[in-house]
């Protein structure tokens, strides 16, 4: 796991689980050298940023895909160029104004 500045956490979550679930996340934990909490939420959010990545994926038959390339090696209109450069602006949902 990464080292980051420490902040303070402003919510609880809270989970049962079985005892050697536990043991489990404590033994890896212990082996990157956070504690459960640091590892549990570490491990958390990196799953959220995956699922929430994965929503990009794109499924296209042959002759769809080949239309949709065509598209992407085209030059960009006013509007996609603009529509670029919001989306370049703005932030990934996991990223807050303290984290810039």
Known sequence: MTARPRQSAEVNIHLRA???DKKLIDQAA???GS???QFMM?????EAKNILLDQSTLYADAKTFKK????????????EAAGMKRILQS????QSDTNS
């Not at 570490?42 to 990196?46: D, E, I, P």
């Open 18 to 20: 079985r005892a050697r």
């Open 35 to 37: 504690n459960r909490s």
């Open 68 to 79: 949709i390339m065509d598209w992407m090696d085209a030059e960009a209109t006013q509007d």
């Open 91 to 94: 932030k990934a949902p996991w």
């Open 30 to 32: 212990e082996l990157v």
């Open 42 to 46: 570490a491990s958390a959010l990196k």
